[in-house]
């Protein structure tokens, strides 16, 4: 059974605030990832880690930031957040098969 | 052109029905082959994965690669309004593994 949790589920927030959407997993797996989907739409990678102190900006461009200072935990900050920031944010993690998602985070910023 | 082309969609068929969900790639380096179902509103959830060529069957769901045609379908039998989601392929090459490649996904809708 897999264990990845993502807090808030969802959040609203002003313009320039800044935000951390929290990511946990509890299988030790060493693989992270973040997606961000806007409804309807396709899978974006965004940023992922092979491991602590490892990361990596995915396949589409992110002003988002990310850490791994532990196995189970990878946040994603947004400094100032805009309204093109607006969308569902998916954390996942794998060991050796495929990945495991998260419930998501639904951002609006307004 | 990207490396993963998954038929569109959307699909709608009556309960009961054989679905055929389609996806071809074209980046021979891919190992293994992974088939998400994904509901409104929620993350993906793993169905199916699977390695190199073959058939892998789990209850009504059966996946089938064809890596000399880079192409992979997920079957669904007997299918039922609770298996409408969107379904999204993976892939990923054998090194370096971890990070996959996703199509955009098929919308299936099963009618009662």
């Known amino acids: 059974e897999a264990d990845i949790y993502q807090t808030p589920r969802y959040l609203v927030i002003g313009t320039g605030k800044k935000i951390t959407l929290e990511c946990s997993q509890t299988?030790?797996?060493?693989?992270m990832y973040w997606y961000q989907q806007d409804p309807g739409m396709e899978l974006h990678l965004i940023h992922y880690?092979?491991?602590?102190?490892?990361?990596e900006k995915g396949d589409l461009s992110s002003e988002s930031t990310v850490s791994r200072i532990r196995t189970e935990h990878f946040p994603l900050t947004l400094e100032s957040a805009r309204p093109s920031h607006t969308s569902q944010y998916l954390c996942?993690?794998?060991?050796?098969?495929?990945?495991?998602f998260g419930p998501g985070t639904r951002l609006t910023v307004l | 052109q990207k490396e993963v082309e998954q038929d569109p969609g959307p699909l709608s068929v009556p309960e009961g029905a054989i679905v055929s969900l389609n996806c071809t790639y074209s980046?021979?380096?891919?190992?293994?082959f992974m088939w998400y179902r994904q509901y409104s509103r929620k993350g993906p959830e793993l169905l199916m994965y699977?390695?190199?060529?073959g058939n892998k069957e789990d209850g009504r769901f059966t996946a089938q690669v064809d890596k000399s045609s880079k192409y992979i379908s997920l079957f669904i039998r007997d299918s039922q309004p609770s298996d409408s989601a969107t379904y999204l392929c993976?892939?990923?090459?054998?090194?370096?593994?971890?990070?996959?490649?996703f199509g955009d996904g098929t919308t299936l809708t099963v009618k009662p």
């Open positions: 299988m030790g797996h060493d693989k």
């Open positions: 996942a993690s794998s060991e050796r098969t495929g990945q495991f």
């Open positions: 880690s092979y491991g602590v102190n490892s990361t």
């Open positions: 993976a892939m990923r090459g054998g090194t370096n593994a971890g990070k996959s490649t």
């Open positions: 980046n021979s380096a891919f190992q293994y």
């Open positions: 699977t390695y190199s060529s």
